[in-house]
């Protein structure tokens, strides 16, 4: 393991990565730690030559890179190995150069969640505690309990009763301890951490434990590796917490840093306007270690969040990478899903129909020569996650079935819909 501390993002004070080390003494939860490296000892065992023979195509390939031992893994299922799909149908809509999907409804709990949720479990059996807990608005929860099925870990989670009943059975049936809190995320996050503090269990909260977002950083790696380490112009993420944007931006600095990209990508966050914390803060010029949370109210439940608890990786992404933030309406994003899946066959829930949202915003009005350039949307979650919403899109979008008695005369006019 190259691992060699932990610094807060906040006051840079530096933290040895032992057990139960969350985040910085001094700053409190926003001082959210980040994991810090050895890159030359990382280069001497792992490059892109190396990577090209290594047969594992799982998040695993990069092992120097994520803060687990050897051996550690706990979970049997497949995680990472998404397919990174071009679409020129969408980039000629949308006006961009090229435009490529990353696909990340095909993870084995189907959102990106389960990046993060591999390298809590390993941490969890490297500190031999037998039991973890997160709070969630669903996904995070689903790929803790999917990946915990069939291992010795018990898995406890708080969602809100609100949380799409689909995300829920699926929690459900992997058999996860779940505890349905009444209000909405962030009252779960309090008593996840509550529990935390009661029962002495593995926390992966977002925000909180510092190594899910090493785990959630793959997403970029893999990015990078699918499109020959020639790193592209931008790259659109959804944000509710912060902690995935604040991933791909680790995993494009990390790539810096060893030589295997030779720039930055710019980072785009999308939020809705019913949960746009960090969208206002950027735009009002506030500090996001201040700023007081808001009241978030979004269809788009995996991007609600009053107060992101990844806020200052997640600003540091897009402003050290000269990016924006794009705030997007619950109307578009729920459009969003039928117009991405017609065209894509790529089907998302809302909220990773939002960052297809922010990036058709910000494409209009970028219509220069060569506009964005070379495009990434990362498509987070699966939309079998969130059957409603789904069905809500398709009756902005009019597409309808057809409705057919049997009969002799039954299939007679049938128009096609394309
Ligand atoms: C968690 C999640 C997000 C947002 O990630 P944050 O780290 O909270 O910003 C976006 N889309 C989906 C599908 C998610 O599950
Ligand atoms: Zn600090």
């Given at each position: 393991?190259?691992?060699?501390?932990?610094?807060?993002?906040?006051?840079?004070?530096?933290y040895?990565?032992?057990?139960?080390?969350?985040?910085?003494?001094?700053?409190?939860?926003?001082?959210?730690?980040d994991?810090?490296?050895?890159?030359?000892?990382?280069?001497?065992?792992?490059?892109?030559?190396?990577?090209?023979?290594?047969?594992?195509?799982?998040?695993?390939?990069?092992?120097?890179?994520?803060?687990?031992?050897?051996?550690?893994?706990?979970?049997?299922?497949?995680?990472?190995?998404?397919?990174?799909?071009?679409?020129?149908?969408?980039?000629?809509?949308?006006?961009?150069?090229?435009?490529?999907?990353?696909?990340?409804?095909?993870?084995?709990?189907?959102?990106?969640?389960d990046?993060?949720?591999?390298?809590?479990?390993?941490?969890a059996?490297?500190?031999?505690?037998?039991?973890?807990?997160?709070?969630?608005?669903?996904?995070?929860?689903?790929?803790?309990?999917?990946?915990?099925?069939?291992?010795?870990?018990?898995?406890?989670?708080?969602v809100?009763?609100?949380?799409?009943?689909?995300?829920?059975?699926?929690?459900?049936?992997?058999?996860?301890t779940?505890?349905?809190?009444?209000?909405?995320?962030?009252?779960?996050?309090?008593?996840c951490?509550?529990?935390?503090?009661?029962?002495?269990?593995?926390?992966?909260?977002?925000?909180?434990?510092?190594?899910?977002?090493?785990?959630?950083?793959?997403?970029?790696?893999?990015?990078?590796?699918?499109?020959?380490?020639?790193?592209?112009?931008?790259i659109?993420?959804s944000?509710?917490?912060?902690?995935?944007?604040?991933?791909?931006?680790k995993?494009?600095?990390?790539?810096?840093?060893?030589?295997?990209?030779?720039?930055?990508?710019?980072?785009?966050?999308v939020?809705?306007?019913?949960?746009?914390?960090?969208?206002?803060?950027?735009?009002?010029?506030?500090?996001?270690?201040?700023?007081?949370?808001?009241?978030?109210q979004?269809?788009?439940?995996?991007?609600?969040?009053?107060?992101?608890?990844?806020?200052?990786?997640?600003?540091?992404?897009?402003t050290?990478?000269?990016?924006?933030?794009?705030?997007?309406?619950?109307?578009?994003?729920?459009?969003?899903?039928?117009?991405?899946?017609?065209?894509?066959?790529?089907?998302?829930?809302?909220?990773?129909?939002?960052a297809?949202?922010?990036l058709?915003?910000?494409?209009?009005?970028?219509?220069?020569?060569?506009?964005?350039?070379?495009?990434?949307?990362?498509?987070?979650?699966?939309?079998?996650?969130?059957?409603?919403?789904?069905?809500?899109?398709?009756?902005?979008?009019?597409?309808?079935?057809?409705?057919?008695?049997p009969?002799?005369?039954a299939?007679?006019?049938?128009?096609?819909?394309?």
């Open positions: 393991m190259f691992l060699t501390g932990l610094g807060c993002t906040v006051c840079q004070g530096e040895r990565p032992e057990p139960s080390r969350y985040v910085c003494d001094r700053c409190g939860e926003v001082g959210t730690l994991a810090r490296y050895d890159y030359p000892a990382i280069s001497r065992v792992v490059d892109p030559d190396t990577l090209a023979t290594n047969p594992d195509n799982s998040m695993w390939r990069y092992l120097p890179l994520i803060p687990v031992e050897e051996g550690t893994r706990v979970s049997s299922l497949v995680v990472g190995g998404t397919p990174l799909i071009r679409s020129d149908r969408l980039a000629s809509d949308f006006g961009v150069r090229e435009l490529w999907v990353k696909d990340e409804g095909r993870q084995p709990t189907a959102s990106l969640k990046r993060a949720s591999a390298v809590a479990l390993a941490r059996a490297m500190e031999k505690a037998p039991v973890i807990t997160t709070a969630s608005t669903g996904n995070a929860a689903a790929a803790l309990a999917g990946l915990a099925s069939g291992t010795g870990q018990s898995a406890v989670i708080f809100p009763e609100s949380a799409p009943e689909a995300k829920v059975a699926q929690l459900l049936a992997y058999g996860a779940v505890c349905l809190v009444e209000g909405n995320y962030d009252s779960a996050v309090r008593l951490q509550e529990a935390v503090a009661r029962f002495g269990w593995y926390n992966r909260n977002t925000g909180i434990n510092p190594y899910v977002g090493e785990g959630k950083k793959t997403v970029a790696l893999e990015i990078l590796e699918q499109l020959g380490w020639s790193a592209p112009d931008a659109f993420v944000v509710g917490d912060g902690s995935i944007i604040g991933g791909v931006h995993g494009l600095k990390d790539a810096l840093t060893l030589g295997w990209i030779d720039r930055m990508p710019r980072i785009f966050g939020q809705s306007s019913g949960s746009a914390f960090l969208a206002q803060a950027w735009s009002d010029q506030e500090d996001v270690v201040t700023k007081k949370s808001i009241a978030a979004t269809r788009a439940d995996s991007i609600s969040a009053d107060l992101p608890r990844d806020r200052v990786k997640a600003m540091a992404a897009v050290e990478t000269g990016g924006e933030w794009i705030v997007v309406t619950d109307d578009r994003i729920l459009e969003m899903i039928p117009y991405v899946s017609a065209r894509t066959g790529v089907f998302p829930e809302p909220a990773a129909a939002a297809f949202a922010g058709a915003k910000a494409a209009a009005g970028f219509s220069g020569m060569d506009g964005l350039g070379r495009v990434v949307v990362i498509s987070t979650g699966s939309g079998l996650k969130d059957i409603k919403s789904v069905m809500a899109g398709l009756d902005r979008s009019g597409a309808e079935a057809l409705h057919i008695k009969g002799p005369t299939l007679d006019g049938l128009e096609l819909s394309k």
